[in-house]
């Protein structure tokens, strides 16, 4: 076994330390003891575990249509709608929607991810979806879909949410009405993915766009990274800065991306994306799994870059 595959053996044995996110009742449904990784360089692809698994993007996804809606408008404009600052708290938090002139903090915590929502180009739901899909699928190669049960699962459960986007609305800082900003960031949560999916969009970030056909700004993929490490991995990310040092980005449904710009993993070199599924999370919504697992790969590769 080389020292790879202890990294992620050891990490497996913590899925028990997490729980699979309760509050959308189609995620309570998956199995939290799975875990599986994907590492792509431009060569090659290390796959652990069960990659064959699927599951929904979740906050993921926040990353890409932040790109998607700033690409569209140029940062200026974007900023105009939502700022670029941590915020400390939960994802779904609403006590900051009265300070700060009432913009949203950032664009991976709700707030600002609904903002971004009623902000993607297309005059219709579908086609603000369809943009990001695009996006997206020029990335990893492939047709996305949508999950409709975690998508009506999500939008019969979204008072929290609703209640963010009305505050918005009613604070000027929706493009759209509420049911279509809510319809557009809950579809997009649901799109499914695999981990090799997650490894490719990981690698993305990790070339600056390098080597894909998704065109996107220069500058809008700096502040995307820049994004990733100071609110990619919720109120832990602090912590993840300090003692992972990678961009990365998480989601409730214990998917992560992270991204290494120049690294050594075993017999990859270079730029690496590293693609993560393990259900089970922890209290901030982080897979317990994922964190161990990129807390001995930082350390044993030298990978911290900040
Ligand atoms: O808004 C929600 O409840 C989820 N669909 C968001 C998912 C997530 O991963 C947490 N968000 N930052």
Known sequence: MNKLQKIYEQAKQRTANGQVASYIPALAAANGDLF???????????????????????????????????????????????????????FNSIVRLESHNNKPFNPMINAGAITIASLLPGETMFEKVK?????????????????????FSEYQSADYNRAIAYILQANGFLKSDVEEALQVYLQLCSI?????????????????????????????????????ITCGMYNASGKF??????????????????????????????????????????QVGNSVAGIDFLMHLSKEYDLFCL
Request: negative net charge; aromatic residues 8%.
């Open 241 to 282: 800065a300090a003692f992972i040092g990678l961009p990365a980005k998480s989601g409730v449904s214990g998917a992560i991306i992270a991204v290494v710009r120049n690294g050594e993993i075993e017999q990859l070199q270079g730029p690496i994306g590293i693609g993560i599924y393990g259900p089970a999370i922890d």
């Open 192 to 228: 499914t993915v695999d981990v090799s999916d997650l490894a490719k969009i990981a690698f993305y970030f990790a070339t600056n766009g390098k080597e894909s056909e998704a065109i996107c700004n220069k500058g809008v993929i700096n502040i995307a990274k820049a994004l990733m």
């Open 36 to 90: 599986a990784v994907s590492l792509l360089s431009a060569e090659q692809e290390i796959e652990l575990g069960n990659c064959t698994e699927t599951f929904t993007l979740q906050s993921v996804v926040k990353v890409i249509s932040f790109m998607v809606a700033a690409n569209y408008h140029g940062i200026e404009e974007i900023m105009h709608y939502v700022d670029v600052e941590p915020t400390g708290d939960s």
């Open 131 to 151: 943009s990001v899909t695009t996006f997206l699928e020029q990335i990893i190669g492939k047709k996305v879909h949508i999950n409709n049960e975690v998508y």
